[in-house]
């Protein structure tokens, strides 16, 4: 793409328009122009990269989430200053825990995120049986100490009153049988 196609995807991508739509807008306002759709997709990524200001994506999210409301910690790699693990809790969140602390269910997902971590998220259930994400944790590896870490800044985040009375799990059976446990 030329450079006035270049600002065209940069200028629609910050207004929100998406990349299908970005697409068609490049084909009308430049005909005979076949763009790519990858093309597309690697400059709107490029613009996102060059937003960070130089910060790593989780450097990224940590300052994101300090700015907007939420409790964090973070565990820094034994090797350098990269953070590795994140914990977050918004306020609300945490208000909504106290007044519905009888169940807590810990779930986590696989290689879905842009940030290639898993995300550990802790939810509970009002009395009206609707659930709300209590806090969120992305892990570096899937380790015990990693899900240790989260489960100790999880248990720093109870007040007495806040045991739960049942905690749920999956039990990740895939995570079972890769460690030959029956």
Not at 65 to 77: D, I, M, P, Q, V
Request: aromatic fraction near 8%.
């Amino acid at each position: 793409m030329n450079t006035d196609q270049l600002v065209m995807v940069e200028s629609l991508h910050r207004a929100g328009v998406k990349p299908q739509e970005i697409e068609a807008a490049l084909r009308e306002k430049f005909p005979g122009v076949q763009p790519v759709i990858k093309d597309i997709y690697n400059h709107t990524a490029k613009i996102r990269r060059d937003g960070l200001l130089g910060d790593t994506l989780m450097k990224a999210l940590e300052n994101f989430l300090a700015g907007n409301g939420f409790t964090l910690y973070t565990r820094e790699s034994d090797t350098d200053d990269r953070t590795e693990e994140i914990f977050f809790c918004h306020s609300n969140s945490h208000k909504m825990w106290r007044a519905f602390p009888e169940v807590l269910m810990i779930d986590t997902t696989y290689n879905t995120n842009m940030y290639d971590c898993p995300l550990v998220q802790f939810i509970s259930v009002t009395s009206t049986s609707q659930s709300f994400c209590i806090d969120a944790a992305f892990v570096i590896r899937e380790r015990q100490r990693n899900f240790s870490w989260t489960l100790e800044k999880l248990k720093q985040m109870l007040d007495d009153c806040m045991e739960p009375h049942m905690i749920l799990t999956d039990a990740d059976p895939h995570e079972r049988m890769r460690r030959g446990l029956p």
